[in-house]
């Protein structure tokens, strides 16, 4: 029966995520856009997956995952972000809790704070909002959640781990592009893949996956041929590895860095890039890397900004919590 249900759930979620249109060009010729991958609807189809799974959970006598997400200083966005968090948690069933703290915190109390949070078997995942203030050394925070809460997958270890294909905890907008090309059938094997953008903790851990072998014990390889590009890659270099690929990331925050010259007809563009600008009216808005409405025109299939890959982290981030809950229950029960 559970099999049947995840079928249908599937089946849905492609007709309903993703959607193409036509447009007439320049010589009067209809023709199909890009494909958009809808991350929003995708991502509530996951969420709802998780929460049965979550409630299954407690019905066998677990007690309800627990997450701390912790934020210094009274960044909008990081405040904005970490309220989505929370109430993602809350709707899969996911006990979850904001400790907020005031950004004259110093280094060391943050980190007595995380060690705390480490030591009690109450709490399953941690999570600390980054850019943490500028006082304190952020790969030393990063690194002083334990490796088995650490639901970023920002920890050294887990860093470690995916680089060599073992089972880990992933950071989780890498994971949600790798889940958005799983769920909506993109294929890697042998395709030629640009990620652009090198940040160990979106572009690096991607460009890891989509070329890691899927037969080794992560399950997430992709078996793609990829090429990193960064912020030193030549323009004319770059727009020839895109011209080139079948599958481009991109994650640089560099509004409408990839045009639709640069896109081979047909590719699949996934564009994890946000930047908020102020448009010719004077209203602000959010933007990808890609010029959207052009490069639409030209691809098989494109992630929308805002609603593409943004509510889709959410979503990982809460498999990643469950992930870090049964994995601790394991380790206490072995």
């Known amino acids: 029966m559970r099999q049947i249900l995840c079928y249908s759930l599937v089946s849905s979620l492609l007709k309903s995520t993703m959607r193409s249109h036509t447009y007439i060009d320049s010589l009067g010729s ?12 995708l991502a509530k189809d996951i969420k709802d997956e998780l929460k049965l799974k979550i409630q299954e959970w407690v019905n066998r006598g677990h007690r309800a995952p627990s997450l701390k997400c912790i934020i210094v200083g009274d960044d909008p ?44 078997e109450n709490v399953d995942g941690i999570l600390v909002q980054l850019p943490v ?25 887990n860093v470690g781990q995916l680089c060599l294909d073992m089972p880990t905890i992933v950071p989780a907008t890498a994971l949600a592009v790798i ?7 993109i294929e890697t094997f042998g395709r030629n893949a640009v990620v652009v953008g090198r940040s160990k903790n979106v572009g690096m851990p991607i460009a890891m996956m989509l070329h890691s072998d899927k037969r080794h014990d992560s399950g997430l390889g992709m078996d793609a041929t990829v090429t990193i590009c960064h912020r030193y890659t030549p323009k004319e270099q770059l ?27 047909g590719a699949t563009v996934i564009d994890v890039g946000i930047t908020r600008i102020t448009d010719e009216q004077g209203k602000t808005k959010l933007v990808g890397d890609v010029d959207y409405d052009e490069v639409r025109k030209v691809a098989g299939a494109l992630t929308p900004v ?14 990643n919590t469950f992930q870090a809950a049964q994995r601790l ?5 072995n």
Do not use: W
């Open 133 to 157: 203030p500028e006082t304190m050394d952020e790969r030393k925070v990063c690194n002083t959640v334990a490796p088995k809460k650490d639901v970023d997958g920002f920890h050294i270890i």
């Open 306 to 319: 805002p609603g593409g890959v943004g509510p889709m982290t959410v979503a990982m981030l809460m498999h």
């Open 77 to 120: 966005a990081s405040h904005t972000y970490v309220k989505n968090k929370v109430e993602a948690a809350k709707y899969v069933g996911i006990d979850a809790e904001t400790i907020k703290y005031e950004d004259t915190l110093t280094e060391a109390e943050l980190i007595n704070a995380i060690k705390e949070l480490n030591a009690d």
């Open 329 to 333: 229950r394991d380790t206490t029960t």
């Open 239 to 265: 727009e020839s590895f895109c011209r080139n690929a079948d599958i481009i990331v991109t994650a640089t925050g560099i509004p409408s860095l990839i045009k639709a010259d640069m896109v081979k007809p």
């Open 30 to 41: 209809a023709r199909m856009m890009a494909q958009v991958l809808d991350g929003k609807s």
């Open 179 to 185: 889940e958005m090309l799983k769920r909506f059938k």
